[in-house]
C-alpha cells in the first residue's frame, strides 16, 4: 500500500498509528452518534491505539506494503435511516484522516514559510503523518470490498445490483493482490493524490495569509 525505504518507514510509525487509530475512531464515533452504541460495547469508542490496530496488519504493511486495523463493528439496524448513516458512517474515517492529513500538510507549509527551525527526524515525521492520512483516505474509499467505499456504493445502488456487487466480496483478497502485485495501485493513488496535495496547497495558502 505503501512503499518507502527503511528509513521512511520507520519515521512513518507514528503516521500510521495516528492514520489507523483516528479511522476507526471516526467509524465509531459516527456510529453512536447516529444511534448504534455497538462501537461503544465493544471498547472502540477511544483514541487508545490497542483497540484499533491489528498486530497482523500492522506487521503486513511493513512486509508486504498492505495491511489493516481492526474494522468498526456497526449494525445499520440501529440507525434511524440505515443507508444515509450507514454512508456517513464509511465517510467518516476516510474524512478524519482527509482533515489530519491537512493539519501536517499545512505544519509543513508553516515551517517552510516561516523558516521555522525544526530537526530532519520531526519534520520528517510530519511529512509521514501527510502522506499516511491521504494514502489512506485515497485507498479506503476504493470501491472494493470491504472497504469504505464499498459501504457508499452498495447503499446508493438499487437493492437488486447492491446484492450482486456485494457477492465480489468473495474475490476481494484477489483483487487486492492484484492490486498490489501490479502497478495498478499506483496508477489509481497517485493521480488523486496529487489531486488532494493541490486542494491542499491552495487551501493551506489562503490561511497562511
Known amino acids: 500500500m505503501f512503499g518507502f525505504n527503511f528509513e521512511e518507514m520507520l519515521l512513518g510509525i507514528p503516521g500510521l498509528i495516528i492514520a489507523m487509530t483516528f479511522h476507526e475512531y471516526a467509524h465509531a464515533r459516527a456510529a453512536v452518534s447516529l ?9 472502540r469508542l477511544t483514541l487508545d491505539p490497542r483497540a484499533h490496530i491489528d498486530p497482523i496488519g500492522l506487521i503486513m504493511l511493513f512486509l508486504v506494503r498492505f495491511g489493516w486495523a481492526k474494522p468498526v463493528m456497526v449494525n445499520p439496524s440501529n440507525f434511524r ?24 500538510f499545512y505544519i509543513i507549509l508553516f515551517i517552510r514559510t516561516h523558516n521555522v527551525d525544526v530537526s530532519s527526524i520531526t519534520y ?36 437488486d445490483l447492491a446484492y450482486r456487487y456485494q457477492s465480489i466480496e468473495r474475490y476481494s483478497l484477489l483483487i487486492m493482490i492484484v492490486f498490489i502485485a501490479t502497478p495498478l495501485l499506483s496508477v489509481v493513488l497517485m493521480p488523486l493524490f496529487q489531486l488532494v496535495y493541490s486542494v491542499y496547497k491552495i487551501v493551506g495558502s489562503i490561511l497562511l495569509f
Do not use: C, E
Request: hydrophobic share 50%; glycine share 8%.
Open 35 to 43: 444511534g448504534d452504541f455497538t462501537p461503544r460495547l465493544m471498547g
Open 81 to 104: 435511516q440505515p443507508k444515509r448513516d450507514d454512508i456517513l458512517v464509511s465517510v467518516a474515517g476516510p474524512a478524519m484522516n482527509l482533515l489530519l492529513g491537512f493539519i501536517a
Open 124 to 159: 520528517g515525521i510530519i511529512q509521514m503523518i501527510f502522506v499516511y492520512n491521504v494514502n489512506f483516505a485515497i485507498f479506503n474509499m476504493l470501491p472494493i470490498p470491504p472497504l469504505d467505499g464499498s459501504h457508499i456504493l452498495r447503499n446508493l445502488l438499487p437493492p
